[in-house]
């Protein structure tokens, strides 16, 4: 069974920082691209970010560039988004997904990131 | 940037009744690179159908997806109650990914 289990949300003051993981279980990591995507509060879905299964190639929402990093860890099953100066309009829930040519087959759960002094 | 709208916002219809939600894009989805989602509350969106038309693993074949170009449609033929449920639709034909703002299906 496909399992994807995010972690490290939390409340977090403007112009601070988090790091979010996503630990994935039940299929082969390794060979799939990966995804962020977000939720604010009441609003639609966005995505954020992605990284291919090298991580050759990683892009970005225009809103996020240069303030958050996605990577993994293969040997360790592991995707994470670093976020950097963050602000208030970053408040949602971060979902991570397993990024099959562009759509988004398996979530998990979600992180809700808040940023509020 | 593609930017997709949903219409209605929201649609209240009775189990057994069929659902038509509609997907414009502002400019053509290459390759009916459009997918739908289903998300219910507290819980993270399911996807349903892929290239326009292509069901999901496990998804029932209630569901069914149309369209091409800008304009894209997701119908359920005879709705369970479990289908009641916010639908979105999302591109993924280029970079930015984009999604809808969603349909609120709800009961009648």
């Known amino acids: 069974e496909v399992q994807l289990v995010e972690s490290g949300g939390g409340l977090v003051q403007p112009g601070g920082s988090l790091r979010l993981s996503c630990a994935a279980s039940?299929?082969?990591?390794?060979?799939?691209?990966m995804t962020w995507v977000r939720q604010a509060p009441g609003k639609r879905l966005e995505w954020v970010a992605n990284?291919?299964?090298?991580?050759?190639?990683?892009y970005y929402v225009d809103s996020v560039k240069g303030r958050f990093t996605i990577s993994r860890d293969n040997a360790k099953n592991s995707l994470y988004l670093q976020m950097n100066s963050l602000r208030a309009e970053d408040t949602a829930v971060y979902y991570c997904?397993?990024?099959?040519?562009?759509?988004?087959?398996?979530w998990g759960q979600g992180t809700l990131v808040t940023v509020s002094s | 940037e593609i930017v997709l709208t949903q219409s209605p916002g929201t649609l209240s219809l009775s189990p057994g009744e069929r659902a038509t939600l509609s997907c414009r894009a502002s400019q053509s989805v290459s390759r009916t690179s459009l997918a739908w989602y289903q998300q219910k509350p507290g819980q993270a969106p399911r996807l349903l159908i892929y290239g326009a038309s292509s069901r999901a693993t496990g998804i029932p074949d209630r569901f069914s997806g149309s369209g091409s170009g800008t304009d894209f449609t997701l119908t359920i033929s005879r709705l369970e109650p479990e289908d009641f449920a916010v639908y979105y639709c999302?591109?993924?034909?280029?970079?930015?990914?984009?999604f809808g703002q969603g349909t609120k299906l709800e009961i009648k």
């Open positions: 999302q591109q993924y034909g280029s970079l930015p990914r984009t």
């Open positions: 990284i291919r299964q090298d991580e050759n190639e990683k």
């Open positions: 039940g299929f082969s990591f390794s060979t799939y691209w």
């Open positions: 997904a397993t990024d099959h040519k562009g759509t988004f087959d398996y």
